[in-house]
């Protein structure tokens, strides 16, 4: 470890599945690569994550195998259980097994990021879009929290539910971003309309305009979007945003927790 200097841990979740968040999750990775900052995707969509499926790589240990090597104290280099997808970009892998995200105990995954925090300057979760005792616990683990939401009715609706609950839970760390690339069909409300129907502030926005039609040959060849020159300078609005979520996660001080 070069020095304690602890890396921003960011959780990326929903309220509802299909708006583009294990995507983004990518993509963001993507960024910090390109600007030369070590960033960790850590898969805790435990039932059905798909990163290192996107990433097109083929592992042996996960992030269960890793809790239990903590466990019984045979756990020795965090790089074994780590995929590298290039010299910034590492990844831990959900269960293979369905069944063995049950029987990780929450007590590893702090351990896990924890260590993670000294060698990465971001790590980045992508999570489940349920209420999962996983997801409230990372919500007061992690130094911010990233809704990604689209414009769909039920969406909406029920990421105006999350936000009531995070409010009771005076839990503030947390900010919104509006996804219409994932599905630039899906135009029912303006900005404004969105903003009180969640009851909270659109704090990033990528366009229907970053709407990629042959994204699924790029997923299938285990490219990340954001990494290609091409994608920078024909959507540079929208890159330009992703640049500035980046930036925004590597200034913000990571002495605060969000409670208000």
Do not use: W
Not at 62 to 81: A, L, P, Q, T
Not at 124 to 139: A, E, F, G, Q, V
Not at 181 to 190: R, T, V
Request: charged share 25%.
């Amino acid at each position: 470890m070069a020095s304690l200097r602890k890396g921003k841990t960011v959780l990326i979740t929903s309220t509802k599945g299909g708006v583009g968040k294990s995507t983004f999750a990518l993509n963001l990775a993507g960024i910090y690569s390109t600007i030369e900052k070590k960033v960790l995707l850590l898969d805790l969509d435990l039932t059905s994550g798909i990163l290192a499926m996107s990433l097109n790589k083929k592992y042996n240990k996960s992030i269960y195998e890793m809790s239990e090597d903590i466990k019984n104290n045979v756990f020795e280099d965090f790089s074994n259980y780590t995929l590298n997808y290039n010299k910034y970009i590492d990844c831990i892998a959900c269960p293979k097994d369905p069944r063995d995200a049950s029987k990780i105990d929450l007590r590893y995954i702090d351990i896990i990021i924890d260590q993670a925090s000294f060698i990465y300057d971001v790590i980045l979760i992508d999570s489940s879009h349920t209420l999962s005792p996983t997801n409230l616990y990372l919500m007061d683990k992690v130094d911010e929290i990233l809704f990604v939401i689209n414009n769909d009715p039920l969406n909406l609706k029920s990421t105006r539910s999350m936000v009531s609950i995070l409010n009771n839970m005076n839990i503030s760390n947390y900010k919104v971003l509006l996804n219409q690339s994932n599905n630039p069909f899906k135009d029912y409300f303006s900005l404004y309309d969105i903003k009180n129907i969640i009851q909270a502030n659109i704090d990033y926005t990528l366009s229907s305009e970053f709407y990629i039609a042959d994204i699924d040959k790029l997923i299938m060849s285990g490219k990340i979007v954001t990494m290609s020159s091409d994608i920078a300078r024909i959507y540079n609005k929208d890159y330009s945003s992703l640049m500035n979520i980046a930036t925004d996660y590597l200034n913000q001080g990571s002495d605060d927790n969000g409670k208000k």
